[in-house]
């Protein structure tokens, strides 16, 4: 992320550590359509995921927080330099965390998702957290889990959600601040790509019978949208899914995005030379002319790195343009 837009989120205040502090007004802000009423700022938080917790870091939220869960779990690699830099805020669960992990630090707040921490049928859900007191507010994306009346992944499922961080921890200006030099950055890149836009895209993640990737809901087809690109699978029905090669290899992809996992890059690289081996995807534009930008996993999760990724995106799409 630019330097001027990381500073802005250096200019909240600190508040008291442990301390409730009543506001000003009553805030109620919806999650998952569920209307959520807060009368002090939550004081004791636990917050789930890499994602989530950089958008915690990005309003300065640490003081506010008693543990943080599935950071180090699978295969997140970033997760120990996250720890670090919340400053000994303990993981209480690698992964998805259990009922009594939580309950054990006494939170007041659990900030997570569906299939980011919860799941649909789990012992860990907003209705049964609200029978031990503690509330829950839903990584936005998420929610497209639970609703019925689904909308295409938009570039606001990031700033709807920074900015209901900031009415709840009576950061608004600062959450503002955040919000509205990301727009402006989009908009820099959106001109700099010009009429180059319109790139075909295809998001690689795993698997290697079945493509993991991205479908009509999950922010990373904002993002390619935003970078001046076409994610190829726009119209698959789900979030994050399975698709079958055939149906990307006839799309004929320019340009691909990996999701890398490693810390050196290496896992972009196997990504890669599979791709070059297989039999229909070795024939794609993007494959023969090795067109692709390696990004991490909290790059295209819904967070504060999504703008730095795409312009990661758009600079690797349209290198003569940056």
């Given at each position: 992320?630019?330097?001027?837009?990381?500073?802005?989120?250096?200019?909240?205040?600190?508040?008291?550590?442990?301390a409730q502090v009543a506001m000003a007004d009553t805030v109620t802000v919806d999650s998952c359509g569920r209307d959520v009423t807060f009368n002090t700022s939550p004081s004791k938080v636990i917050v789930h995921d890499l994602n989530m917790n950089e958008m915690a870091m990005a309003l300065n939220l640490q003081d506010k927080m008693v543990g943080v869960t599935g950071v180090t779990g699978w295969y997140k690699t970033e997760g120990p330099a996250l720890l670090e830099k919340l400053g000994g805020v303990p993981e209480l669960a690698p992964k998805y965390p259990s009922l009594e992990n939580l309950l054990a630090a006494e939170p007041d707040l659990f900030i997570a998702g569906w299939y980011y921490?919860?799941?649909?049928?789990?012992?860990?859900?907003?209705?049964?957290?609200?029978?031990?007191?503690?509330?829950?507010?839903?990584?936005?994306?998420?929610?497209?889990?639970?609703?019925?009346?689904?909308?295409a992944a938009s570039m606001d499922l990031l700033f709807d959600?920074?900015?209901?961080l900031g009415k709840v921890f009576d950061k608004e200006q600062e959450a503002d601040t955040l919000v509205d030099g990301w727009k402006k950055e989009l908009s820099s890149i959106k001109e700099a790509v010009g009429e180059n836009a319109g790139t075909r895209v295809f998001l690689y993640d795993s698997g290697d019978e079945k493509p993991f990737t991205a479908g009509k809901y999950a922010i990373p087809t904002a993002m390619i949208e935003?970078?001046?690109?076409?994610?190829?699978?726009?119209?698959?029905?789900?979030?994050?899914?399975?698709?079958?090669?055939?149906?990307?290899?006839?799309?004929?992809?320019?340009?691909?995005?990996?999701?890398?996992y490693s810390q050196d890059g290496s896992g972009a690289a196997g990504l890669m030379d599979f791709l070059k081996s297989h039999p229909v995807m070795s024939e794609t534009d993007a494959v023969k002319n090795g067109r692709f930008v390696a990004l991490r996993y909290a790059e295209l999760t819904p967070g504060p790195a999504n703008i730095e990724a795409i312009r990661k995106i758009a600079a690797a799409m349209n290198p003569e343009s940056f």
């Open positions: 992320m630019r330097k001027s837009f990381a500073l802005s989120a250096l200019f909240a205040a600190p508040l008291l550590i442990g921490g919860m799941k649909p049928g789990g012992e860990v859900t907003p209705d049964i957290l609200e029978q031990h007191g503690i509330k829950t507010l839903e990584l936005t994306e998420s929610c497209v889990h639970l609703d019925k009346n689904k909308k959600d920074m900015l209901r935003a970078a001046g690109g076409k994610n190829i699978l726009d119209d698959m029905d789900t979030s994050w899914g399975r698709a079958n090669w055939e149906t990307v290899a006839s799309r004929n992809p320019e340009f691909l995005v990996l999701l890398d």
